[in-house]
Antibody
Framework: EVQLVESGGGLVQPGGSLRLSCAAS????????MTWLRQAPGKGPEWVAS????????FYVDSVKGRFTISRDNAKNSLYLQMNSLRDEDTAVYYC??????????WGQGTLVTVSS | EIVMTQSPATLSASPGERPTLSCRAS??????LAWYQQKPGQAPRLLIY???TRATGVPARFSGSGSGTEFTLTISSLQSEDFAVYYC???????????FGQGTKLEIK
């Protein structure tokens, strides 16, 4: 059974940093593109970043470029999102998802990031 | 950026009815469109991809149609478990810049 479990969310002040983790199991992690998405309260999901199987290609939505970094450790079956210079508008539930031909079949349960002073 | 617009924002319907949800893209996305269902406190669930292909395990009462800029999701006979929020997502772009609609809430009339 495919499982994705996010962790690392919490309350952070504007300008602060957080590192999200996603532990994957039930599939060959190193064979799949992986993605972070987020969903602000009452809004639709938003694609944040994607990373290729070997980590050699990474893509970001414009609003997080230069602030967020997606990475992975295939030996640990883990996906990460380093978030720096956080802003109020980054407040959301963050999901990791397995990407399959640009669709998202498997999602984690999400981790809440709240940016507030 | 391709903007996805869903209508209506809220749709009231009764069990057994046949609601149709709409999604419009600001430019053609060909058939690169997916539909998701989201219930409170849960992650979205993929229902339809490539505009009309049901994902594994999705009941046959869900169907998708359209191409280019206009898409619809139809539920042939509403069940109680279908009341949720539905999102469309386009995936035409490469490098990726996937975008979602703002959602249609399907509520019980």
């Amino acid at each position: 059974e495919v499982q994705l479990v996010e962790s690392g969310g919490g309350l952070v002040q504007p300008g602060g940093s957080l590192r999200l983790s996603c532990a994957a199991s039930g599939f060959t992690f190193s064979s799949w593109w992986m993605t972070w998405l987020r969903q602000a309260p009452g809004k639709g999901p938003e694609w944040v970043a994607s990373i290729k199987q070997d980590g050699g290609e990474k893509f970001y939505v414009d609003s997080v470029k230069g602030r967020f970094t997606i990475s992975r450790d295939n030996a640990k079956n883990s996906l990460y999102l380093q978030m720096n210079s956080l802003r109020d508008e980054d407040t959301a539930v963050y999901y990791c998802a397995r990407e399959e031909h640009a669709r998202f079949y498997y999602w984690g349960q999400g981790t809440l990031v709240t940016v507030s002073s | 950026e391709i903007v996805m617009t869903q209508s209506p924002a809220t749709l009231s319907a009764s069990p057994g009815e046949r609601p149709t949800l709409s999604c419009r893209a600001s430019q053609s996305v060909s058939s690169n469109l997916a539909w998701y269902q989201q219930k409170p406190g849960q992650a979205p669930r993929l229902l339809i991809y490539d505009a009309s292909t049901r994902a594994t395990g999705v009941p046959a009462r869900f169907s998708g149609s359209g191409s280019g800029t206009e898409f619809t999701l139809t539920i042939s006979s509403l069940q109680s478990e279908d009341f949720a929020v539905y999102y469309c997502q386009q995936y035409k772009n490469w490098p990726p810049l996937y975008t979602f609609g703002q959602g249609t809430k399907l509520e019980i009339k």
